[in-house]
T-cell receptor
Framework: EDKVVQSPLSLVVHEGDTVTLNCSYE??????LLWYKQEKKAPTFLFMLTSSGIEKKSGRLSSILDKKELFSILNITATQTGDSAIYLCAVEPRTVQGAQKLVFGQGTRLTINP | NAGVTQTPKFQVLKTGQSMTLQCAQDMNHNSMYWYRQDPGMGLRLIYYSASEGTTDKGEVPNGYNVSRLNKREFSLRLESAAPSQTSVYFC?????????FGQGTRLTVV
């Protein structure tokens, strides 16, 4: 069974701190891993990772994938209160039919205090 | 640009009632998904459809049925609603890259 586990489940830090969110997975024939940010409503896309060791970066956010150890991390530097959200990790297993099944983890609830 | 449109946004049902959640996308995506999100939880996959005419079960399919009416539309039906189905439901569509989500349907079963 495909499985995605995120840690920690909840994290509270002060503005300006750097945080690292973890995502480990067990899937059949890995295809890609995606990170999303969810504030009040629908999740919004952050990164898609397919290759090990290649960092994706957008402003203060960055992410990297390790396909050997089956995990990814999402880093946020110089955190701001606007970074408070649930961060979701999703993995796409490669299926026989080529279907794009997308399995999410439980999410990490990040709270940034001023 | 509409993206993914879900209706309704809110719904209250009595136990045993049935209803259909509608989802439509205008991005010509082949894959569509239905997820549920309970408080403090991530997204759990109910059903997905890789292409028009195909559907597959996800992690929590019991109590639900789906129809991929055409490439644009993917509906989720609750035949006999139960309080355990109280949740926020998200529809999404995708083709190889990021998934785009609708704004969600908050469903309460009393």
């Amino acid at each position: 069974e495909d499985k995605v586990v995120q840690s920690p489940l909840s994290l509270v830090v002060h503005e300006g701190d750097t945080v690292t969110l973890n995502c480990s997975y067990e899937v059949t024939n890995f295809r890609s891993l995606l990170w999303y940010k969810q504030e009040k409503k629908a999740p919004t896309f952050l990164f898609m990772l397919t290759s090990s060791g290649i960092e994706k970066k957008s402003g203060r956010l960055s992410s990297i994938l390790d396909k050997k150890e089956l995990f990814s991390i999402l880093n946020i530097t110089a955190t701001q209160t606007g970074d408070s959200a649930i961060y979701l990790c999703a993995v796409e297993p490669r299926t026989v039919q080529g279907a794009q099944k997308l399995v999410f983890g439980q999410g990490t609830r990040l709270t940034i205090n001023p | 640009n509409a993206g993914v449109t879900q209706t309704p946004k809110f719904q209250v049902l009595k136990t045993g009632q049935s209803m259909t959640l509608q989802c439509a996308q205008d991005m010509n995506h082949n894959s569509m998904y239905w997820y549920r999100q309970d408080p403090g939880m991530g997204l759990r996959l109910i059903y997905y459809s890789a292409s028009e005419g195909t559907t597959d079960k996800g992690e929590v399919p019991n109590g639900y049925n789906v129809s991929r009416l055409n490439k644009r539309e993917f509906s989720l039906r609750l035949e006999s609603a139960a309080p355990s189905q109280t949740s926020v439901y998200f529809c999404a569509s995708r083709w190889y890259t990021e998934a785009f989500f609708g704004q969600g349907t908050r469903l309460t079963v009393v």
